[in-house]
T-cell receptor
Framework: GQNIDQPTEMTATEGAIVQINCTYQTSGFNGLFWYQQHAAEAPTFLSYNVLDGLEEKGRFSSFLSRSKGYSYLLLKELQMKDSASYLCAVNRAGTYKYIFGTGTRLKVLA | DADVTQTPRNRITKTGKRIMLECSQTKGHDRMYWYRQDPGLGLRLIYYSFDVKDINKGEISDGYSVSRQAQAKFSLSLESAIPNQTALYFC??????????FGPGTRLLVL
């Protein structure tokens, strides 16, 4: 089967660091993605990990451990505009299909 | 101009009506997808297409049909709309497996 789990909601303070976790079980794996989605808007691509390790891109970093079926998205120096939902998604090996988690709603407080 | 567009952006219809949602892209991607998003359920794949002659069902295709009129156009139809098809619908395109680009979404309400 296939399943992606991530926390439903998180709260953090402006200027702080927050880590959003994602665990997955899938029959075949070919990459993990993080998307940001502001309320009722289109998801926008943040990161793609296919090998183990940390990928850094400005204030955002994403980590993958394939053996543990685990990823996290790290957001540094939080800003109010980072208040959004963060979607974890997995690409199944041998396909171009993407399985999405239900998303983590992040609230950044002043 | 937006690379992936969807029309209409909002639609209210009645149970039993047939409606069509349209998606167009200028990115030149072969792969196109239709998803629906419901609160608490995340994005779920309805149909996907890898080229004009290749159409595939996703995880929730019942009650929906699609048409790939050209590389740039992928339409989703609800043959006989029902209230539980009320959702936010997204079209997406992809150049490969590295990422997807989403349209702005269509908010559909079935009464």
């Amino acid at each position: 089967g296939q399943n992606i789990d991530q926390p439903t909601e998180m709260t953090a303070t402006e200027g702080a660091i927050v880590q959003i976790n994602c665990t997955y079980q899938t029959s075949g794996f070919n990459g993990l993605f993080w998307y940001q989605q502001h309320a009722a808007e289109a998801p926008t691509f943040l990161s793609y990990n296919v090998l183990d390790g940390l990928e850094e891109k400005g204030r955002f970093s994403s980590f993958l451990s394939r053996s543990k079926g685990y990823s996290y998205l790290l957001l540094k120096e939080l800003q109010m505009k980072d208040s959004a939902s963060y979607l974890c998604a997995v690409n199944r090996a041998g396909t171009y299909k993407y399985i999405f988690g239900t998303g983590t709603r992040l609230k950044v407080l002043a | 101009d937006a690379d992936v567009t969807q029309t209409p952006r909002n639609r209210i219809t009645k149970t039993g009506k047939r409606i069509m949602l349209e998606c167009s892209q200028t990115k030149g991607h072969d792969r196109m997808y239709w998803y629906r998003q419901d609160p608490g359920l995340g994005l779920r794949l309805i149909y996907y297409s890898f080229d004009v002659k290749d159409i595939n069902k996703g995880e929730i295709s019942d009650g929906y049909s699609v048409s790939r009129q050209a590389q740039a156009k992928f339409s989703l139809s609800l043959e006989s709309a029902i209230p539980n098809q009320t959702a936010l619908y997204f079209c997406a395109t992809s150049p490969g497996r590295e990422t997807q680009y989403f349209g702005p979404g269509t908010r559909l309400l079935v009464l």
